[in-house]
């Protein structure tokens, strides 16, 4: 089954602490994964892919395949991170699979 | 570049009543489009893949006569939610593929339904 988790609905840091959201998925095929981000009264936006291995507003996702997770990381968080995070998987003719997303929340 | 616009943002019907919801690309051709509905505090659920000139791949459980999308053109998508009911309520959202890299989905702002 193609199948996409994130554990975390809500996700809630102080400013300058690491974060990590996670993500798990599940696909027989070759994975391709990316993480979508909604800012708040914004639509929904690319923020990386697996396969561009770039850092993204000091955001970075490295693919795991023996664990199947692609989990989502940067070593400060900053305020304007708050949003909603949707990690997703693209299965065969571009069809692409969310997972229920995660909120994270920076305080200052 | 790579804008989706959707049309419209809300709107309010009467039950029976039937909606249409636009998906325009802006400024590229998509070759494919996609509609998705989210309900509150859910992720998207993917409703039905549109290809221009062809017909519309519809997930399990949407119903094709119930939701029409219509793909006539490479920068027009459109779906029309048919003899709505409340349950119909919910938040539409599509986006495009095409632009630049077919894998990146550019997305619209959304369109909320309600049916009275």
């Known amino acids: 089954a193609q199948r996409v988790t994130q554990p975390e609905k809500l996700l809630s840091v102080f400013k300058g602490a690491p974060v990590e959201l996670k993500c798990n998925y599940s696909y027989s095929g070759s994975p391709e994964l990316f993480w979508y981000v909604q800012y708040s009264r914004q639509r929904l936006q690319l923020l990386l892919r697996h396969i561009s291995r770039e850092s993204i507003k000091g955001f970075t996702a490295d693919l795991n395949k023996g664990e199947t997770s692609f989990h989502l990381k940067k070593p400060f968080a900053q305020e304007e991170d708050s949003a909603m995070y949707y990690c997703a998987l693209r299965t065969g003719g571009f069809k692409t699979i969310f997972g229920a997303g995660t909120r994270l929340f920076v305080k200052a | 570049g790579a804008v989706v616009s959707q049309h419209p943002s809300w709107v309010i019907c009467k039950s029976g009543t039937s909606v249409k919801i636009e998906c325009r690309s802006l400024d590229f051709q998509a070759t494919t489009m996609f509609w998705y509905r989210q309900f509150p505090k859910q992720s998207l659920m993917l409703m039905a893949t549109s290809n221009e000139g062809s017909k519309a791949t519809y997930e399990q459980g949407v119903e094709k006569d119930k939701f029409l999308i219509n793909h006539a053109s490479l920068t027009l998508s459109t779906l029309t939610v048919t003899s709505a009911h409340p349950e119909d309520s919910s938040f539409y959202i599509c986006?495009?593929?095409?632009?630049?890299?077919?894998?990146?989905?550019?997305f619209g702002a959304g369109t909320r339904l309600s049916v009275l």
């Open positions: 986006s495009a593929g095409g632009y630049r890299d077919k894998n990146i989905q550019y």
